[in-house]
């Protein structure tokens, strides 16, 4: 889910997804549909795995996932460059720190849709109030990180900071 | 009325009041106030503004449906940043902003007790950071579990005469609960482990109202004409945009203009085809999980149909889905809480998959032509 959105948002990568805010950050419900479309073809397989307190989803490679990996190779191979950065950036974090990530940039991007420029500072608080799970210097952190890595519009090194 | 007939007046009214079932209310009492607190930080009184603040969401967050609501939606027009067209939420949203935002802010109750801004209710229903900690609350919204979802099923069942939207809604309300977030992750909603079978229950009538009631062959042909007649009616073939300037517009497209324009004669060939009834007819349909047979199949009768295929129609739904929204069991036994999403209760859940069929259609008057064809195309492969 993640990946997706970080492919879509910071790559461009058209995939046609409406991501909205939910509890575990920027989410659409076609994601899912799609995996499990990926999974009646048995192109990737889900399986739960639990740890203290919860689960989550493993997913892996499908029986078919050759003979489907082929049909859609033109597209694949148009986008691997931008599907290589987000595995690079993005693929060793936890899915906490993706959902932090996610949810970041989906503040980040609701600031610049409505031509607001915030400070690290400001963007951070927000995401607090939507996280407040999160302790505030690790969002500032992230929040940090990711605008130097110049993934960030509403705060980006250029912007000056309103208030 | 004499003092005998009067008494007897009295005791039949009686009597029959209390022949009557009592009344019950449409939905019953939320039990919010069972989540334990300390996972939500809240108060009662925190609890109470949430519950007035989804009822607001829950209420208005389709009043933006174009009309004959998902039939038409294709013709939302595209969002000016790129990314695809607009969404019925997105008119919502700009509904509670516009039009209901004196309804909301100036009403007495909310003025005394809760203060809610307009904008406090469109953030919940778009999804926007505005609604701070409020977006715990959107499963509720939007969701497998949603209210509009266990409202919708109960209701099309009624209404469409059938039985296979029926769930016990009593029991997995009453089994809602909140779930502490683990391994850094926020708490969310899910259900008791007693509720489970009730979960099931939703999960199942909503399968069986999409295969049986609304991917009818002919309700979905009924979308089509819908769509083309609507595309004829509008400027332009598209519904004006959810902005300030025109949403006014956008508002006057109703079921009841559309039902008069069609009445005139408005909305082409497919407007003729609904005011006589006289609709597409399905010439062949793959199964619902496709195979790669089907997959050739379909491709030959494509080619074989050639200008007599009128129309595609995909009839694709996923029944359950797995991730960030899926249906978490919560267990408390003997002071050992697990929880597991339902997938991993339920047999039947965990088999359902997801839906990719697709509807091929032909005008009325080739139907014999067509299935002549389709028969030929068929056969070539067996």
């Given at each position: ?163 | ?192 482990y007693?509720?489970w079978?009730?979960?099931e ?128 069991v ?10 597991a999403p339902l997938s991993e209760y339920s047999?039947?859940v ?33």
């Amino acid at each position: 889910m993640k990946f997706c959105y970080l492919l879509q948002t910071l790559r461009g990568v058209p995939l046609g997804y409406r991501f909205t805010l939910y509890s575990y950050g920027p989410f659409d419900s076609t994601v899912l549909s799609d995996l499990n479309t990926a999974e009646t073809l048995r192109a990737v397989e889900s399986n739960v795995t639990f740890y203290s307190g919860g689960y989550g989803y493993r997913i892996s490679k499908g029986e078919r996932a050759d003979s489907v990996l082929q049909f859609a190779a033109p597209l694949l191979d148009k986008y691997r460059p931008d599907i290589e950065w987000v595995l690079e950036q993005f693929g060793s974090h936890g899915s906490a720190d993706l959902e932090l990530e996610g949810t970041i940039v989906y503040v980040d991007r609701e600031a610049v849709r409505s031509s607001e420029r915030l400070s690290v500072d400001q963007l951070a608080q927000r995401v607090r109030d939507v996280k407040p799970h999160f302790n505030e210097d690790y969002i500032r952190e992230k929040v940090s990180t990711l605008r130097e890595h110049g993934l960030l519009k509403s705060c980006s090194n250029a912007a000056t900071a309103r208030g | 009325m004499s003092d005998r007939s009067q008494a007897r007046s009295v005791e039949d009214q009686r009597s029959r009041s209390e022949r009557r079932p009592p009344r019950q209310p449409l939905l019953p009492p939320t039990r919010t106030r069972r989540i334990p607190q300390p996972i939500l930080t809240r108060t009662d009184t925190g609890f109470r503004r949430n519950r007035q603040l989804v009822r607001l969401g829950a209420l208005l967050h389709d009043v933006g449906h174009a009309p004959f609501s998902h039939a038409s939606e294709e013709l939302f027009p595209d969002q000016e940043d790129g990314e695809g067209n607009y969404a019925h939420e997105q008119y919502s949203a700009a509904i509670v902003r516009g039009p209901l935002k004196a309804a909301i802010e100036d009403h007495k109750l909310n003025q005394g007790n809760y203060g809610f801004t307009a904008d406090d209710v469109a953030a919940l229903i778009e999804g926007s950071a505005a609604a701070k900690q409020g977006i715990f609350w959107r499963d509720l919204i939007t969701g497998q579990m949603d209210a509009d979802r266990m409202d919708y099923l109960l209701r099309d069942s009624h209404h469409a005469g059938v039985q296979y939207g029926r769930f016990d809604l009593r029991r997995l309300i009453s089994t809602v609960t909140a779930i502490p977030g683990a391994d850094g992750r926020p708490p969310r909603l899910g259900i008791e482990y007693g509720g489970w079978h009730a979960a099931e229950g939703l999960v199942l009538a909503r399968y069986f109202m999409f295969t049986q009631v609304y991917f009818h062959k002919t309700r979905v042909a009924y979308d089509i004409h819908l769509r083309e007649a609507l595309k004829e009616m509008l400027p332009g073939g598209h519904f004006p945009r959810p902005t300030p300037e025109e949403l006014g517009q956008y508002l006057k497209w109703d079921d009841w203009r559309v039902l008069g324009l069609l009445a005139e004669g408005k909305g082409g060939e497919h407007g003729s085809l609904l005011s006589t009834r006289n609709h597409y007819r399905l010439v062949f349909q793959t199964n619902e999980v496709q195979t790669q047979t089907d997959r050739e199949k379909l491709t030959r009768v494509r080619e074989k149909l050639r200008d007599l295929l009128a129309e595609e129609m995909p009839a694709g739904k996923s029944w359950y889905k797995r991730d960030d929204s899926d249906i978490a069991v919560y267990r408390n036994r003997d002071g050992q809480k697990t929880v597991a999403p339902l997938s991993e209760y339920s047999n039947v859940v965990r088999h359902l998959g997801s839906r990719d069929q697709i509807f091929v259609y032909c005008r009325p008057e080739h139907r014999r032509e067509a299935a002549k064809r389709v028969e030929e195309a068929i056969h070539r492969l067996a």
